[in-house]
């Protein structure tokens, strides 16, 4: 699932954007998850919509055509012009592997979002049709980055070969929203509560990278969807950047990546609630505490 490489030279992460969707149900709070294709950067994981900013996202003519991103959002980057580029990825990752597009001013259909996905769908022999600023402008609405709540920063670790600077932000939809995979990029999707897809992994019938578990974990203690917001309000978006490290212990000798707080890592306070590493144990990281000296 990750390619770790103690020896490799860091590069520079690149921006990308996840938009964490959570419904209103039963059983409680609801988050929408994709199922990535079986091949590349975290081939076969269970994931969140999203992926890396691209130049058609900081276009400035989004400024007109997004609602004003909430003041928390500047803890997220050094310009509002990158603030604004993260929130456009976020949202239009969300449309291209989810169907889900936070709008205001206009209200489209399952069946208009589909649409609009197949129009922006590029492919190795095909461009895409237009674009996502295009078909705002045409709908007379903006993207409605008030919505968007930040919950996280997480940067992928020095030894992986691909880099990304990945904001999180929540967005409540309502209860009604269907959602549906692209059949390309993800090749399934579900609606579940936190608590269940945890139970999943824990079960060994699906994969998780240690940013949608510990992801999933905090939102798990929401009783709804109120309370999720005012746990992404409190929440540190200070960066998370796991170290690879070797462990070893009575169960032999591992590899593990190390978060903040862990007495291995060079940032010694906890930046995100929860154990403190998460150690390779045959083909998963699952989360443990640091072993005991």
């Known amino acids: 699932m990750l390619d770790l490489d103690p020896t490799r030279e860091a590069t520079p992460p690149r921006d990308a954007a996840t938009l964490v969707v959570l419904r209103e149900g039963k059983a409680g709070p609801e988050v ?40 928390r959002c500047a803890e997220l980057a050094e ?12 949202c239009r990752e969300a449309l291209e592997e989810a169907a889900i597009l936070p709008l205001a ?34 709908a007379g609405a903006k993207l409605d980055l008030s919505r968007l709540h930040p919950l996280a920063r997480w940067v992928t670790p020095v030894t992986e070969t691909r880099r990304f600077d990945t904001s999180f ?6 209860e009604n929203l269907t959602g549906a995979h692209d059949d390309h990029e993800t090749t399934a999707s579900f609606w579940a509560t936190p608590a269940e897809v945890l139970r999943r992994f824990d079960a060994g019938q699906l994969q998780l990278a240690p940013p949608t578990h510990r992801t999933l974990e905090q939102l798990a203690t929401a009783a709804d969807t109120a309370a999720a917001v005012a746990l992404a309000a409190a929440s540190s978006l200070e960066s998370i950047c796991p170290k690879l490290v070797r462990q070893a212990d009575t169960r032999g000798e591992t590899a593990a990546l190390v978060l903040p707080g862990d007495p291995e890592h060079p940032l010694r306070h906890a930046v995100v609630a929860g154990r403190s590493r998460y150690v390779l144990r045959g083909d998963r990281f699952v989360p443990e505490d640091a072993p005991s000296a």
Do not use: N
């Open 32 to 71: 929408f998850c994709v199922e990535r294709q079986r091949v590349g950067f975290l081939g076969g994981a269970i994931v969140f919509p999203g992926g890396k900013v691209d130049p058609a996202d900081l276009d400035s003519a989004w400024a007109a055509l997004v609602t004003p991103p909430s003041a």
């Open 79 to 90: 310009t509002p012009a990158r603030v604004q580029a993260l929130a456009v990825a976020a």
């Open 105 to 138: 001013g206009a209200a489209l259909d399952h069946a208009t979002r589909l649409a609009w996905r197949a129009r922006l769908m590029r492919t190795k022999d095909k461009p895409a049709e237009t674009t996502l600023l295009a078909l705002v402008e045409e």
């Open 169 to 174: 932000f929540l967005h409540v939809a309502d």
